[in-house]
């Protein structure tokens, strides 16, 4: 009786050695699983963290392509319109311009007051005209010398409305043809100034508009500008 009773606890040990050992083994096997998945997540975790990084590298330089372009058109505009080199104020220098027209200005206001004088006096009706020729409709109407030749010019006209009446009466047909021929002459070729004149206004005012435009199109770009070095400094960050 004692002899099986050993044998059987013997047989009990043995499995229970023997579930122990399984269990172990299971174990083992769970652990190795248990480190197979935590590898794929840091691996995943790595590769997520790659591919964002990418992302923002692309968005970065997609920023600054962007920019140099920006840059580039922003320094078109300048050459174009010959702007000062003086980052800061970013607004159109036109203190030359202004001072050659003024000194143009001065220099034909003086050529006007000598020939006003030599009207006066009976001479250089031609060489007036020559002067008048030679402004701008816009210098003329500034300075209000088109008033100051046409009282000069009415004046003369009434003092020799008298003289020519009587050459009138001592005038044939033919003579009076003629001069009429010449008045109308003249009354074209003023027609033909005046056009000339409006065109040059016209041109003119496109000019100062274009300016304007060109302005508004810089500070445009700028604001841009700042907005994608903006973006570009967040994305780095």
């Known amino acids: 009786m004692f002899g099986i009773h050993n044998k059987i606890e013997e047989i009990k040990k043995v499995d229970r050695e023997n579930n122990n050992s399984s269990k172990e083994e299971e174990l083992k096997k769970i652990d190795e699983k248990k480190k197979q998945v935590e590898e794929k997540l840091k691996k995943a975790e790595a590769s997520l963290k790659e591919k964002e990084l990418k992302k923002d590298n692309e ?44 000194e143009r200005m001065e220099r034909e206001r003086k050529e006007v007051v000598e020939a006003l004088k030599k009207l006066e006096n009976g001479k250089g009706v031609k060489h007036l005209r020559h002067v008048e020729k030679r402004m701008s409709p816009a210098e003329i109407e500034r300075n209000e010398i088109r008033d100051a030749i046409k009282e000069v010019e009415e004046k003369k006209k009434q003092e020799s409305d008298f003289k020519l009446m009587k050459k009138f009466e001592q005038l044939n047909i033919e003579e009076l043809k003629e001069l009429y021929n010449e008045k109308e002459k003249i009354a074209e070729e003023r027609e033909k100034i005046e056009q000339k004149k409006i065109e040059i206004i016209k041109k003119e005012e496109e000019m100062l508009k274009k300016k304007v435009e060109l302005s508004l199109m810089e500070k445009k770009l700028l604001r841009k500008e700042k907005e994608l070095e903006k973006k570009k400094t967040l994305a780095d960050e």
Do not use: H
């Open 59 to 102: 968005e970065g330089k997609k920023a600054e392509e962007e920019l140099k372009k920006i840059r580039e058109k922003q320094e078109k505009l300048r050459k174009k319109m010959k702007s000062p080199e003086k980052k800061e104020e970013k607004v159109v220098d036109t203190s030359a311009w202004e001072k050659k027209i003024q």
